[in-house]
């Protein structure tokens, strides 16, 4: 059974800096995409960052570009988002997300483009 569990979202002052784990389980995701979303309360959720296996290419929202990082440890199954310069507007869950087969799409963007997702992480900024 496959399985996407994330941890590291806490409570954070504004200015602070995170980093959230997503431990993979259950098959392996090296070659394959993962990503992250967020969901605010009575917001849809929302891409974050994505990693691409095929030469390790990143992209991230607007939103979150020059503040966050997204990387992944194909050794341990894992992937991770550092997250600095964090602001209010950041609060949600986050979700990690797997596909399941290599290959890169700009559907990327899209939570449908993910066949895997965790339960997620609440990470909260106060102001």
């Known amino acids: 059974q496959v399985q996407l569990v994330e941890s590291g979202g806490q409570l954070v002052q504004a200015g602070g800096s995170l980093r959230l784990s997503c431990q993979a389980s259950?098959?392996?995701?090296?070659?394959?995409?993962m990503g992250w979303f967020r969901q605010a309360p009575g917001k849809e959720r929302e891409f974050v960052a994505t990693?691409?296996?095929?030469?390790?290419?990143?992209y991230y929202s607007d939103s979150v570009k020059g503040r966050f990082t997204i990387s992944r440890d194909n050794a341990k199954n894992t992937l991770y988002l550092q997250m600095n310069s964090l602001k209010p507007e950041d609060t949600a869950v986050y979700y990690c997300?797997?596909?399941?087969?290599?290959?890169?799409?700009?559907?990327?963007?899209?939570?449908?483009?993910?066949?895997?997702w965790g339960q997620g992480t609440q990470v909260t900024v106060s102001s």
């Open positions: 997300a797997a596909r399941g087969t290599p290959g890169y799409s700009e559907n990327y963007y899209y939570t449908t483009w993910y066949n895997y």
């Open positions: 990693i691409i296996w095929t030469g390790g290419a990143t």
């Open positions: 259950g098959r392996t995701f090296s070659m394959c995409p």
